[in-house]
C-alpha cells in the first residue's frame, strides 16, 4: 500500500492543530506508520523544499519552516498520496474548500498550516529524508477488513 509524508508545519504546532490533523488522518482510514516531533535543521528543509530553492518566497518559506517545532509523520493506505493532498486542500488556504484542513484553519500561503507529498515518487524522497528506515513501523490494523472491501 501507499505511504506519504505529513508534516504539521510549526504554525500548525503552535496553534495545537496536531491532534485534530492525526485524528482526520486517523477518522478516514489510514494507517499511522511513523511519527516524530522535532526542531529541523536548516539542511534538512532545504533538501526537503530543493525544488523551490530558486522562487522568490524560498527565503521566507525557509525561515517559517524552522521557525518552531514540528510534527513530521507517515501515513499509509490505498491512494494515500492523493488523498493527502485532497485532504489538505490547495497550496493557497483562500483557494481550499472548508472541510480540507487548510480550508478550515488557514488564511494566507505562507502559513498554510500543512505539507503533504505531491507525489510517489516524492513521498519516498521526503520520507527517507525525515526518517531512518527502522523508524518505519509495519503493523497491522484490526479492522482492516471494515476499511477495505
Ligand atoms: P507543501 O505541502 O508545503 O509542499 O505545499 P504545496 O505542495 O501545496 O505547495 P508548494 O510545494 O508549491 O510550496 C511549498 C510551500 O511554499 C507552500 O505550502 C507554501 O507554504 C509556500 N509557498 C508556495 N507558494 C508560495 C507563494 O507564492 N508565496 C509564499 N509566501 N509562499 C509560498
Ligand atoms: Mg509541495
Redesign the pocket.
Known amino acids: 500500500q501507499e505511504r506519504t509524508f505529513i508534516?504539521v508545519?510549526p504554525d500548525g504546532v503552535q496553534r495545537r492543530l496536531v491532534g485534530k490533523i492525526i485524528q482526520r488522518f486517523e477518522d478516514r482510514g489510514f494507517k499511522l506508520v511513523a511519527l516524530k516531533f522535532v526542531a529541523p535543521d536548516q539542511g534538512l528543509l532545504t533538501q526537503h523544499?530543493a525544488?523551490?530553492k530558486e522562487?522568490?518566497?524560498f527565503p521566507?518559506?525557509l525561515k517559517?519552516?524552522s521557525s518552531g517545532p514540528v510534527a513530521a509523520m507517515v501515513w499509509e493506505g490505498k491512494d494515500a498520496v492523493k488523498t493527502g493532498?485532497v485532504m489538505?486542500g490547495?497550496?493557497?488556504p483562500l483557494a481550499s474548500k472548508p472541510g480540507t484542513i487548510r480550508g478550515d484553519f488557514a488564511i494566507?500561503?505562507?502559513?498554510?498550516v500543512?505539507?503533504?507529498?505531491?507525489s510517489v515518487e516524492s513521498a519516498n524522497r521526503e520520507i527517507g529524508l525525515w526518517f531512518q528506515p527502522q523508524e518505519l513501523v509495519n503493523w497491522n490494523t484490526n479492522d482492516h477488513g471494515w476499511v477495505y472491501e
Open positions: 508534516m508545519k523544499y525544488d523551490l522562487r522568490p518566497f521566507s518559506l517559517y519552516v493532498r489538505l490547495e497550496t493557497n494566507d500561503v505562507g502559513r498554510n500543512i505539507h503533504g507529498s505531491d
